[in-house]
């Protein structure tokens, strides 16, 4: 398999999405792939143990793309290995009734992962950034004072809205979670041809709707909103990854490997050791187990 650098796809200047790939050729069959994928995530489910065990940090891996791009079963195959009490999927949706009551971001800090565990968000609180950018409208639901109306809606608004995302993912990250931010990278033309096959697959029709197309045809606009967001709010603590996402199993591959090596820096993360008089009484607590009548 192809020799593969994470730095290639961290953002650490200024990008362009439209200069960068959204496929990659890993030089490896599919058996080879789906090997690589298989011990990749099976080291990431032995070093989630042992933060559990060690219970101080956080992780918080967050997901964005357009329709199609590969979220759901990203989820499903890079964490499938973890213990369930490890990790905990949050799939962010239209705001509830509840969650307009309360501030944007309110919604993303109630779900944030606890010490010793994964939290993967699925679309994530840069939606207050992408999709109310392209449907502006959507704020005036939020009850904000001062906007009344989308003229109310000027580019301050979305200048402090990209401070606080920054400000809040810094907050977080000083307090111990490890925040890791992925695009999935998807082309346009892959993104029809996906759109077909769900509508070709009966089994596939239900994840297919006619809004789906209405969004296809503001697909540039989503590009320019996405790379201003990545450029804005890429940190040191708080990284952007641009994954290409045109084959499904490259971008798990991509993404399990960026989650592991990053995940290794972390020298201090190790198994407690236990208190040296539990330590001095093991051969006795054997003892006593070994004798201890059914």
């Known amino acids: 398999m192809k020799n593969i650098s994470i730095s290639d796809f961290k953002v650490t200047t200024a990008?362009?999405?439209k200069d960068l790939p959204t496929s990659i050729d890993l030089e490896a069959s599919e058996k080879k792939k789906a090997k690589a994928l298989n011990k990749l995530r099976e080291k990431l489910s032995e070093h989630q143990d042992i933060m559990y065990a060690h219970n101080k940090y956080s992780v918080l891996i967050c997901l964005q793309g357009m329709d199609t791009a590969g979220k759901d079963s990203l989820i499903r195959e890079v964490f499938k290995e973890f213990n369930p009490r490890?990790?905990?999927?949050?799939?962010?949706?239209?705001?509830?009734?509840?969650?307009?009551q309360h501030d944007y971001l309110w919604r993303h800090i109630i779900a944030l992962p606890q010490r010793g565990k994964y939290g993967v968000f699925n679309r994530t609180h840069y939606e207050n950034v992408l999709v109310t950018r392209v449907h502006p409208s959507y704020?005036?639901?939020?009850n904000i004072p001062g906007i009344n109306s989308l003229d109310d809606i000027k580019e301050e608004f979305w200048e402090k809205?990209?401070?606080?995302i920054n400000n809040f993912e810094k907050q977080i990250s000083e307090n111990g979670t490890i925040i890791l931010k992925f695009y999935l990278h998807l082309g346009k033309e892959e993104q029809r041809q996906r759109l077909?096959?769900?509508?070709?697959?009966?089994?596939?029709?239900?994840?297919f709707s006619p809004g789906?197309?209405?969004?296809?045809?503001?697909w540039e606009e989503y590009q320019k909103h996405y790379e201003e967001?990545?450029?804005?709010?890429?940190?040191?603590?708080?990284p952007?990854?641009?994954?290409?996402?045109?084959n499904k199993e490259a971008a798990r591959i991509l993404v399990a490997k960026v989650i592991l090596e990053q995940m290794q820096q972390l020298e201090d993360i190790r198994e407690p050791e236990l208190d040296d008089k539990v330590k001095q009484n093991i051969e006795l607590y054997k003892e006593i187990l070994s004798q201890e009548k059914n």
């Open 229 to 238: 967001a990545i450029n804005k709010t890429s940190k040191a603590h708080a």
């Open 15 to 17: 990008i362009s999405l």
């Open 86 to 100: 490890g990790v905990v999927v949050h799939s962010f949706k239209t705001p509830s009734t509840l969650e307009l």
């Open 139 to 142: 704020i005036l639901s939020e």
């Open 212 to 218: 789906d197309l209405k969004e296809r045809e503001k």
């Open 240 to 246: 952007w990854y641009v994954i290409p996402s045109d």
């Open 161 to 164: 809205r990209f401070e606080q």
């Open 196 to 207: 077909l096959r769900r509508l070709n697959k009966a089994k596939h029709n239900w994840k």
